[in-house]
Each structure stands twice: as C-alpha cells, then as structure tokens.
C-alpha cells in the first residue's frame, strides 16, 4: 500500500512539474512571439497573457488582441478569446470566440465579424512549424458588417477542413450555413427586389484546395499559403425559387490568374434573368436576346427549366459558353 501512495505521489509531482514547465513556456512563447512581431515592425498589443487550468487542461484568456501587419495591410482587434488545449498534448487547441465584434482588417477594408458561440477545434501536428492537420469550426448566429452596413448573416454554420496526408498542401473544406441572408447592402447593390426571400434556403460547398505550402505559424508570421489547385466538387444553393449546383477545377498560377471551368445548373433559371435586370447587372434592352439564346441552351437539354452552363477561364479572360465576360479575377490571399 504504501509503494502504491508512493507511486501516485510521484506521478502527481511529475505531472505538475510537466503542467508547469508546459504552461511556462506557452505563456512565454506568446510573448516572444508577440515581441518578434514588433520587431519586424508589426504592431502587437494585448492584456498580460497567463494560463491557467491545472491539472487537466492549458486555458490561456486572451484580453484586448490588436495584430497589424503593415506589410499585408491587415489587422485583427479583439476584445478576448479564450485558448485551451488538453494537458497529454497540447497540439489540440480549442478556441473559443466572443460574442463582441471582431473587426478585421484588408486592402483597407473595415469588416466587423459577430458570432454567437463561435468555437474551433484544431488538431496540429507535433513539431515548432504547428502544421495544421485538421479543424472544426462552428457557430451559432453571426453577422459580417463593413462601415456602410450588413453584409451577410445567418443562423448558424459549420465547417471541416482536413489536410490530405499524401499532400500535406491539399486541404479538404466542408461547409454548411443555415438560413444566409444577404444583408441590405448587397439586396440594394443587387435591387433585390422586396418581394424576393430574405435567405437561401440550403447553402453549402465542398471543395479541395492545394496550395503552394502547407498551413503552419508560418501563414500567419510571414505569408499566407497561396492556392494552386482549386476543385469544387459540389456547391449547392437554393435561394427563393432558383435552385444551383456548381463544380469545377481550376489551376492558378504565380500572379493568382486561374485556367479551368466551373460548371453551373440552374433551375427556374428565368427568375435569375428577371433578378439580373431588376439590378442593372442585365440591360433591359437585351433581355429578350439573353432569354432566346439561354432557352435554346436549356432546350438542347431537355427540361426549358433548367439550365447547363459552362464557365471558363482561359488567358486570363472569362467566358461564360462562347460570350466573353471579361477579365478573370485574381485568387490571392494577402
């Protein structure tokens, strides 16, 4: 009895010498990131960070976050978030987000994030590099707002990302948003018209991107990995009555110039020329020739309702079928 006492009072001080030292270094690593991030000229504010949660877990507060890279142009600000992590390892990091806005900086841009019961799950792999092996997230009701209003909206969403182990650059996302709503920024830059739903009735995407470089501390010290190979397997939106399904695959090149083609199907497709016009993104003027040569289209597969298009990157140009819609838009994180 008294070598099983001794044993289990061993075993607590090696555990709490391990928390310790454990939470030591997190707590110094944070600084020390902090401090190298000001060196290179970023501007790194936050509350003194201490971690707590012996003995099963590491939960460090994070209090009053302002990050500006000048390099990129971007900058996060946050009132807190909470990190936790399990004391066997902590590579599994559990954040969870507040409910006060996250306001989020790029090329200028104000955007200000709110989300209920905002939670991630990170899974990352034993090393310094803390590549990212997979990740959950998920959440209750949120909003992204810029200065001149609403944006987006929705009631809750979910996402899985999953790096591929064969090709430690290619990650698997998942996606589901319940109940998005355009904001009325976009409806009034749209001219949705009043009568037309406030939300799409199912959202949700599943694709695979490969980029030039894992995800790693790296993405956020130095630069974000940028995408090369993008392969939507399915995205499905139903919004009011036009129902579409999209896939494709797209290859991009060092200036973000991507060569490929999504193909798009869209039911009740009409009511989307009705919406087009109804915008100004359609003359009205032209819409009897857009719907004559879109119905020939639809007609050549059978149902008048449902249409199969082709959209195609080619040169740096963009075509929808044969017709020329303009030049490609850039894919480039900053």
Request: aromatic share 8%.
């Amino acid at each position: 009895m008294r070598i099983t006492i001794r044993l289990l009072i061993l075993l607590a001080v090696i555990w709490s010498c391990w928390w310790w030292l454990a939470a030591t270094f997190i707590d110094r690593g944070a600084d020390g990131w902090l401090a190298a991030r000001r060196g290179e000229g970023w501007q790194a504010q936050v509350q003194p960070i201490a971690t707590k949660g012996f003995p099963s877990k590491f939960q460090t507060q994070i209090t009053d976050l302002s990050l500006a890279d000048p390099e990129t142009g971007v900058a996060l600000r946050l009132d807190s978030a909470t990190v936790s992590a399990p004391a066997y390892w902590p590579g599994y990091v559990a954040l969870s987000l507040p409910s006060s806005p996250i306001e989020l900086d790029i090329a200028a841009i104000t955007h200000l994030f709110r989300v209920q019961n905002g939670t991630a799950r990170l899974h990352l792999h034993p090393g310094a590099s803390l590549q990212l092996d997979h990740m959950q997230t998920r959440g209750g009701a949120w909003q992204w707002n810029t200065r001149q209003g609403n944006a987006l909206a929705g009631d809750d969403w979910a996402m899985q990302v999953a790096q591929n182990p064969a090709v430690i650059e290619k990650y698997q996302f998942d996606l589901q948003i319940t109940n998005l709503r355009p904001g009325d920024q976009l409806r009034t830059l749209l001219s949705v018209p009043s009568d037309w739903p406030l939300s799409f009735e199912h959202f949700s995407a599943d694709l695979a991107v490969t980029f030039d470089s894992p995800w790693d501390r790296r993405a956020v010290e130095d630069q974000r990995p940028q995408p090369r190979r993008i392969t939507l397997q399915e995205a499905k939106a139903t919004w009011g009555p036009v129902r579409l399904v999209a896939n494709g695959d797209l290859i991009v090149d060092n200036m973000g110039i991507p060569e490929g083609a999504a193909n798009l199907l869209v039911e009740n497709w009409t009511e989307l020329l009705d919406l087009a016009v109804a915008g100004g993104v359609l003359p009205a003027n032209i819409r009897p020739q857009a719907q004559a040569m879109l119905g020939a289209l639809a007609n050549m597969g059978g149902d008048p309702t449902r249409l199969d298009l082709s959209l195609r990157f080619a040169a740096g140009e963009m075509y929808l079928g044969p017709i020329r819609l303009g030049p490609a838009p850039r894919i480039v994180q900053h």
